[in-house]
């Protein structure tokens, strides 16, 4: 047989384990620690669900890495990327030159983004996406003879990528610690976090969002408004847990950057194609970005392609203008990934999943959220579309939390891969961002499987004694 072509060779999970120890650096992870215990090797899929290499069957309720939006095993991306990569696997937008998937794919967004975005810049990940952002921004500022316009505000508990630029916008403060970030010219305010910063305070959850907002003024007059290109943030924090703004905190940010008329970019890369019950979260909260960042569910995760659409404001400038833009990416506009992601957006259109999430499984999963609420551990129930967060807490009366180093919400997420399913644990915040095809059956099995895990993780953490 030819080589090329051998099937996988089988292993035993060990085996897996033990190769993979033995080459595979892999991201966010203490090497050592899982050397030791060993990876997770997942190995098919299937709707809503994983199996892995000891054929256990589990929930996906974080949609790979909140990305496979369409949910798994959908021929009609398969098909694309087929089709495609027999056509022509490869070629780049550089030299004036185009491929018909990156075209369509063009036309597509702008189609399905608000009327502002006429065009595409095309990345091949978010991260690389927030990195043309910070040189698009510059660039539109230089252009308009204001390159004094250099510093761009974000938010503590930001996630905004791991590239230099990305984990700079970001606001983690774990990433910051490693490798002199943030770079020069990114400046941080807090997070409109209701629960960690305006409950204590006895501010209603609004009364919370005007003074969150109001931060991005003191930090625009303390920078200097003249020196101030942009502001970037997710309409709903995702890798920071799931946090939810008040209602009244996204118009505030609207108005207060058109005061100063600083570009407004929100960062959609898991917000976007459908996650809120919206095609782009902006929508759902009511702003106008300037400029949108956005990957993962554009493919739903089928192939790696990310960008940045560029509003009428920046776009007009930088083409006007004129000059080459200095940037690009060798997989700037793939054509194997355009094609996917022209697909799965079809897909999105004709399965409707913006309107099942917006008017079906969206108000149905808040409802299984309120009910949640009322375990003896949840301290709060956010969900935003099809993402939702549990705050886990020691006293739920007052709210208090767990001292962070007894890893509460670790303890529930052992409890969750072992009964079968995959939500994360941010701090104390245990998550979930499944699938835009889940149904309401499938929403009761999901939450069935959470309320076991907290009580287990109930019963656990008196056992310790943490209670
Ligand atoms: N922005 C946001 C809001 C994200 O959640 C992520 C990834 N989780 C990124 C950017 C970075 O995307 P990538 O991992 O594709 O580089």
């Given at each position: 047989?030819?080589?090329?072509?051998?099937?996988?060779?089988?292993?035993?999970?060990?085996?897996?384990?033990?190769?993979?120890?033995?080459?595979?650096?892999?991201?966010?992870?203490?090497?050592?620690?899982?050397?030791?215990?060993?990876?997770?090797?997942?190995?098919?899929?299937?709707?809503?669900?994983?199996?892995?290499?000891?054929?256990?069957?589990?929930?996906?309720?974080?949609?790979?890495?909140?990305?496979?939006?369409?949910?798994?095993?959908?021929?009609?991306?398969?098909?694309?990327?087929?089709?495609?990569?027999?056509?022509?696997?490869?070629?780049?937008?550089?030299?004036?030159?185009?491929?018909?998937?990156?075209?369509?794919?063009?036309?597509?967004?702008?189609?399905?983004?608000?009327?502002?975005?006429?065009?595409?810049?095309?990345?091949?990940?978010?991260?690389?996406?927030?990195d043309?952002?910070?040189?698009?921004?510059?660039?539109?500022?230089?252009?308009?003879?204001?390159?004094?316009?250099?510093?761009?505000?974000?938010?503590?508990?930001?996630?905004?990528?791991?590239?230099?630029?990305?984990?700079?916008?970001?606001?983690?403060?774990?990433?910051?610690?490693?490798?002199g970030?943030?770079?020069?010219?990114?400046?941080?305010?807090?997070?409109?976090?209701?629960?960690?910063?305006?409950?204590?305070q006895?501010?209603?959850?609004?009364?919370?969002?005007?003074?969150?907002?109001?931060?991005?003024?003191?930090?625009?007059?303390?920078?200097?408004?003249?020196?101030?290109?942009?502001?970037?943030?997710?309409?709903?924090?995702?890798?920071?847990?799931?946090?939810v703004?008040?209602?009244?905190?996204?118009p505030?940010?609207?108005?207060?950057?058109?005061?100063?008329?600083?570009?407004?970019?929100?960062?959609?890369?898991?917000?976007?194609f459908?996650?809120?019950g919206?095609?782009f979260?902006?929508?759902?909260?009511?702003?106008?970005?300037?400029?949108?960042?956005?990957?993962?569910?554009?493919?739903?995760?089928?192939?790696?392609?990310?960008g940045?659409?560029?509003?009428?404001?920046?776009a007009?400038?930088?083409?006007?203008?004129?000059?080459?833009?200095?940037?690009?990416?060798?997989?700037?506009?793939?054509?194997?990934?355009?094609?996917?992601?022209?697909?799965?957006?079809?897909?999105?259109?004709?399965?409707?999943?913006?309107?099942?999430?917006?008017?079906?499984?969206?108000?149905?999963?808040?409802?299984?959220?309120?009910?949640?609420?009322?375990?003896p551990?949840?301290?709060?129930?956010?969900?935003?579309?099809?993402?939702?967060?549990?705050?886990?807490?020691?006293?739920?009366?007052?709210?208090?939390?767990?001292?962070?180093?007894?890893?509460?919400?670790?303890?529930?997420?052992?409890?969750?891969?072992?009964?079968?399913?995959?939500?994360?644990?941010?701090g104390?915040?245990?998550?979930?961002?499944?699938?835009?095809?889940?149904?309401?059956?499938?929403?009761?099995?999901?939450?069935?499987l959470?309320?076991?895990?907290l009580?287990?993780?109930?019963?656990?953490?008196?056992?310790?004694?943490?209670?």
């Amino acid at each position: 047989m030819n080589a090329v072509l051998a099937p996988r060779r089988e292993r035993t999970t060990a085996e897996w384990q033990a190769a993979d120890a033995a080459h595979f650096l892999h991201p966010f992870t203490d090497f050592q620690s899982l050397a030791q215990k060993g990876a997770r090797i997942i190995t098919r899929a299937d709707n809503i669900y994983l199996w892995d290499s000891d054929g256990h069957k589990i929930l996906d309720a974080m949609s790979g890495l909140w990305c496979v939006n369409v949910g798994y095993g959908q021929p009609a991306l398969v098909d694309a990327a087929t089709r495609q990569l027999k056509e022509l696997p490869f070629y780049n937008a550089f030299f004036q030159t185009a491929t018909p998937p990156a075209i369509e794919l063009a036309e597509l967004l702008s189609e399905v983004t608000p009327p502002q975005f006429n065009h595409v810049f095309f990345s091949g990940s978010g991260s690389e996406g927030n990195d043309t952002v910070v040189r698009m921004v510059r660039r539109y500022w230089d252009l308009l003879g204001r390159p004094e316009r250099q510093v761009i505000i974000s938010r503590r508990n930001a996630y905004h990528g791991s590239t230099m630029a990305g984990a700079s916008l970001g606001g983690m403060s774990a990433m910051h610690a490693q490798g002199g970030l943030p770079i020069p010219g990114i400046v941080h305010i807090e997070q409109p976090h209701w629960f960690e910063l305006g409950r204590p305070q006895g501010l209603s959850r609004d009364e919370f969002g005007r003074v969150a907002a109001g931060w991005l003024e003191q930090k625009i007059l303390e920078v200097g408004p003249e020196k101030v290109a942009a502001f970037i943030g997710e309409p709903v924090q995702g890798a920071g847990g799931v946090i939810v703004p008040p209602e009244t905190y996204w118009p505030e940010i609207q108005r207060i950057c058109d005061r100063y008329g600083i570009l407004l970019v929100s960062d959609e890369v898991i917000c976007g194609f459908g996650r809120t019950g919206h095609w782009f979260g902006c929508e759902r909260f009511g702003t106008r970005p300037d400029l949108m960042t956005f990957a993962k569910g554009v493919t739903s995760g089928y192939i790696p392609l990310g960008g940045v659409m560029v509003g009428d404001r920046v776009a007009d400038v930088l083409i006007r203008q004129g000059g080459e833009f200095t940037h690009g990416y060798t997989y700037s506009g793939h054509p194997v990934a355009c094609a996917v992601a022209v697909a799965n957006i079809r897909l999105i259109r004709e399965l409707k999943l913006v309107e099942h999430v917006h008017d079906d499984v969206g108000p149905y999963l808040a409802g299984v959220f309120e009910a949640l609420a009322e375990h003896p551990l949840v301290g709060e129930a956010q969900t935003c579309g099809l993402m939702g967060a549990l705050q886990l807490v020691k006293d739920k009366a007052s709210g208090t939390p767990f001292p962070a180093e007894l890893e509460v919400g670790m303890v529930c997420r052992g409890h969750c891969f072992a009964n079968g399913l995959i939500m994360r644990a941010v701090g104390d915040r245990m998550i979930i961002a499944p699938p835009l095809v889940i149904t309401r059956a499938q929403i009761d099995e999901m939450a069935a499987l959470i309320r076991r895990c907290l009580d287990l993780t109930l019963a656990d953490v008196r056992g310790r004694g943490w209670l």
